[in-house]
């Protein structure tokens, strides 16, 4: 009882410094709610693993040449969506023309230890350039096939352009690491912001440098009042949820289409939970563990079980310490931003905006043990290297082919590397790749590390 008390008392003390006492530099900066739409969570999900909200892409026929026709059938689909990989949808072009595209779970879905985890961030993903070493011998022979097809190549057309322009723009330096946000940067910047129409040529130049992120997992969107890592994703999520299309999307008719299926989607994101720790847990150590975190790190990760609550805290760059690349970079720019603001997505019934911030969210951490690696790019590979800064390797590698979890830890068990290596190296000193901030768990000694890793793996 006197522990739920002191939670109590610590929730209220801060609430009452957020009303009465004006937060410092130093200070988290709380983010207020917002109001989201209501949906059916099964329309939803049947929306993400068969809609058309990308509607250009390949013939099934050229898919099946280059991919092969899928096994395993991991989503249970019918008809000809069970052929293909789970990361890919079979829709009807606008000229009816059947064609494969590739859907949310590209990024929002892992397989961990052979099955399939939805809403799961992809760690496993490759979008270095050694993964796309053949892409324009693959374009130009799909281009001569689009001649001699001339329905066919209409409807690979926008897929095709949209490739050519910005596909060699946004390839990451390591394995496992997403561009998402560069990738949705150069969508905006070839776009019209009324009419979402396509344009060869760029309205705004963007740096060169690709930012990487670690995909976060979707079932912690429901606690969330912002999306992102640095929390500029305010008002409509859905809006937000709806940024593939951009992909291939050539009017408003078409975008107004999918945002009818938002609520859908965001009711199943919302329904998604976080699969359990699979192995023993020691009770008394976790019991231990707890207490040490609830008294260390839930001022800003916020309290679980019984009293489970979440601030929303967004942590100023200078506090938290962590690569500043990621929040600097993209959407920081006021062109950017203006464009975001005042487009089609800023608009209607369900409006979204960017509010940038320098500095971090802190994350809520129910099911942290099936997420790593951590921090915001990635950059560390187990939560026993992110409870101690001194132990992160500067380079680090895992098994792609064979990936194995260490559940003591909670990661992905690598090796620790002399040197920089090839694109399947994790290399901490290039810019946007750095590991180091977020040393709050240094102050712990090892017995209160082991017993606070021990409690993640109930969350």
């Not at 590209?106 to 397989?111: D, F, G, L, R």
């Not at 390839?171 to 009324?194: F, M, Q, S």
């Not at 603001?341 to 969210?361: C, Q």
Request: charged fraction near 20%; hydrophobic fraction near 35%.
């Amino acid at each position: 009882m006197k522990k739920y008390l002191a939670i109590l008392f610590l929730c209220l003390a801060g609430l009452g410094f957020s009303l009465f006492i004006k937060p410092g530099p130093d200070d988290p900066v709380a983010i207020p709610p917002g109001v989201q739409r209501q949906g059916n969570a099964d329309s939803g999900y049947r929306y993400i693993v068969t809609g058309d909200y990308v509607n250009s892409g390949l013939p099934l026929f050229l898919y099946r040449l280059g991919i092969g026709k899928e096994e395993k059938n991991l989503l249970n689909r019918e008809g000809l969506n069970a052929s293909v990989r789970y990361d890919f949808n079979v829709v009807s072009a606008p000229n009816g023309e059947t064609i494969v595209v590739p859907n949310c779970l590209q990024c929002h879905a892992q397989v961990f230890e052979d099955s399939l985890i939805i809403g799961l961030g992809n760690a496993q993903a490759d979008f270095t350039s050694a993964r796309n070493f053949d892409s324009e011998i693959a374009v130009g022979l799909l281009e001569n096939y689009m001649k001699v097809n001339k329905k066919k190549g209409e409807a690979a057309k926008e897929f095709i352009q949209v490739g050519k322009v910005i596909g060699g723009k946004m390839y990451t330096e390591v394995r496992g690491v997403n561009p998402a946000d560069r990738l949705t940067a150069l969508l905006i910047t070839h776009r019209d912001k009324n009419t979402l129409k396509w344009n060869d040529t760029s309205s705004t130049l963007l740096p060169d440098l690709v930012v990487p992120s670690d995909v976060p997992a979707w079932w912690l969107l429901k606690k969330k009042n912002a999306m992102f890592y640095n929390g500029f994703g305010r008002g409509d999520f859905g809006r937000f949820l709806m940024g593939a299309i951009l992909l291939t999307v050539n009017d408003t008719l078409h975008a107004n289409k999918v945002d009818g299926h938002m609520n859908d989607v965001l009711a199943y994101l919302n329904a998604i939970n976080p699969p359990p720790y699979p192995k023993p847990i020691d009770k008394s150590l976790a019991q231990e563990g707890q207490v040490i975190f609830e008294t260390n790190c839930a001022k800003c990760h916020g309290f679980y079980g019984n009293y489970n609550s979440y601030p929303n805290y967004l942590i100023p760059q200078h506090v938290i310490g962590t690569d500043s690349l990621l929040n600097q970079s993209n959407y920081q720019f006021s062109d950017m931003i203006t464009w975001f603001n005042t487009s089609w997505f800023a608009k209607g019934d369900h409006p979204a905006k960017l509010v940038p911030f320098n500095g971090y969210i802190a994350p809520p951490l129910d099911g942290v043990w099936i997420t790593a690696p951590y921090l915001h790019n990635g950059s560390v590979p187990d939560i026993e290297s992110l409870l101690n800064s001194k132990s992160r390797p500067a380079y680090w590698s895992r098994n792609f082919s064979r990936p194995e979890y260490d559940y003591e830890k909670l990661g992905w068990k690598y090796k620790r590397e002399e040197t920089k290596g090839g694109k399947s190296v994790y290399n901490t000193t290039l810019p946007g790749y750095g590991n180091y901030g977020h040393t709050y768990g240094d102050k712990l000694n090892d017995p209160e590390r082991k017993a606070v890793i021990e409690y993640l793996k109930t969350l």
